[in-house]
């Protein structure tokens, strides 16, 4: 069967990995940053300068016109939002995505956090949905199709009375950012593309607390749910490899950062 799906090398995936390494790190940056009073725009200057100070390029910037380094988005922003001069307020959650070039391979990684102290709404809405980003990725290994892993993400969360937003979904990244497959945070067990040895994509589930109804603003990027409840963003770049599956991003940087506040 013909498809665009590009498999990587392992020499390819060495390099990846440190792209995406490079993002954790950025990512920890801008996690030391987050408290309330700060305005977006801080957080985007702190990525760019720490990715450039790396000599990688930060992947967002310019992309189809986003004018940043990082996509930050607030409360019932989903993703996308333009990082402006609003500032963080407590009770806020904010996804911080993020994306460097280096080498001539991108990262690309995301994680949502608290800002001051959050409902305990919010707090359940951000931790079920990195845990369904790890139920999505233990269901990525090779032999299995991309709909285990969009069942294993929306059947947890929908147990919950979450939305998955359905518009918007992970893919495979490389040379490009957005590359073949679209990794859908919805499915059905056994249907979809194969997952072969070399596919190397993103799992980012987006996940609203209420309907998983969205529109876009009309700055063309930031996405909104229409209820205007919040709404969780987490993602991760992996491998598949002999070895098995490997998680290239890591949140171990953040986590640290965070300590005991961790979600
Ligand atoms: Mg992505
Ligand atoms: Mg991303």
Redesign the pocket.
Known sequence: MFHRIKLKSEADIALIRESSLLVGKTLAEVAKAIRPGVPLIHLDKIAEEFIRDHKAVPSFKGYNGFPAALCLSVNDVVVHGIPSTTMLEDGDIVSV?C?VYKNGFHG???YTFAVGEISEEKRLLVKRTKESLYLGIKAAKAGNTIGDIGYAVQHYVESFGYGVVRELC??G?GRN??EKPDIPNYGISGKGEPLKLGMVF?I?PMITQGSRRIYMEADQWTIRTQDRLPAAHF?H?IALTKEGTEVLSTYEYIEEVLGKNVI
Request: with cysteine.
């Open positions: 995505d994306g690309d990684y995301a992970g893919h990244i950012m957005h993103c980012e993602e770049q």
